[in-house]
T-cell receptor, first 111, second 118 residues
Framework: DAGVTQSPTHLIKTRGQQVTLRCSPK?????VSWYQQALGQGPQFIFQ???????QRGNFPDRFSGHQFPNYSSELNVNALLLGDSALYLCASSLTGVGYTFGSGTRLTVV | AQTVTQSQPEMSVQEAETVTLSCTYDTSESDYYLFWYKQPPSRQMILVIR??????QNATENRFSVNFQKAAKSFSLKISDSQLGDAAMYFC???????????????FGKGTHLIIQP
């Protein structure tokens, strides 16, 4: 039973570029949440997707957007990258919204 | 907005001893969930233990137990018989309950780095 899969594992982008991160949820899970974890900090909630719609959003600008596909997989898009967007991006999936399973994350470096 | 505070950036314990990690939180909700997650160098967040606020009994998972003090808004994690594999970052997290209309996202503390001395 595969857990949460995120791709790519590492990524380097230039300021002003756009990036897309991908997440495949654990089998049987229908809800996907995204988190940003800056170095030395705890993860911060970006948004959550359920039934292909954004259900809840944290305090992040509109440069951060997402999508959920019919197979429950999800993408996180970040436009106009800033140096401060450098972080570990974690995806978590769940079925009931309580039992979360996290992936190993994508390390994004903006130069 | 809910906040989670972990006041111990780093803790060190001898192997086989007991260590307690502290966590306090602030919320106006009565229905919520609290979690402790472990993040090893592999980066994946691993659930250690979960506590429902409506349950008075403290949650226990093998060597891991919590001391949940709802009135004090305190949620500490006790690790007994510490093992080398317990070394990691530990994060306390909060999630509002559905009945309170709370957000589904988790609010994390800044973490405690746990070092196990052999």
């Amino acid at each position: 039973d595969a857990g949460v899969t995120q791709s790519p594992t590492h990524l380097i982008k230039t300021r002003g570029q756009q990036v897309t991160l991908r997440c495949s949820p654990k089998s049987g899970h229908d809800t996907v949440s995204w988190y940003q974890q800056a170095l030395g900090q705890g993860p911060q909630f970006i948004f959550q997707y359920y039934e292909e719609e954004e259900r809840q959003r944290g305090n992040f600008p509109d440069r951060f957007s997402g999508h959920q596909f019919p197979n429950y997989s999800s993408e996180l898009n970040v436009n106009a990258l800033l140096l401060g967007d450098s972080a570990l991006y974690l995806c978590a999936s769940s079925l009931t919204g309580v039992g979360y399973t996290f992936g190993s994350g994508t390390r994004l470096t903006v130069v | 907005a809910q906040t989670v505070t972990q006041s111990q950036p780093e803790m060190s314990v001898q192997e086989a001893e007991t260590v307690t990690l502290s966590c306090t939180y602030d919320t106006s909700e009565s229905d919520y969930y609290l979690f402790w997650y472990k993040q090893p160098p592999s980066r994946q967040m691993i659930l250690v233990i979960r506590q429902e606020a409506y349950k008075q009994q403290n949650a226990t998972e093998n060597r891991f137990s919590v001391n949940f003090q709802k009135a004090a808004k305190s949620f500490s994690l006790k690790i007994s018989d510490s093992q080398l594999g317990d070394a990691a970052m530990y994060f306390c997290a909060y999630r509002g309950g559905y009945s309170g209309g709370g957000a589904d996202g988790l609010t994390f503390g800044k973490g405690t780095h746990l070092i196990i001395q052999p």
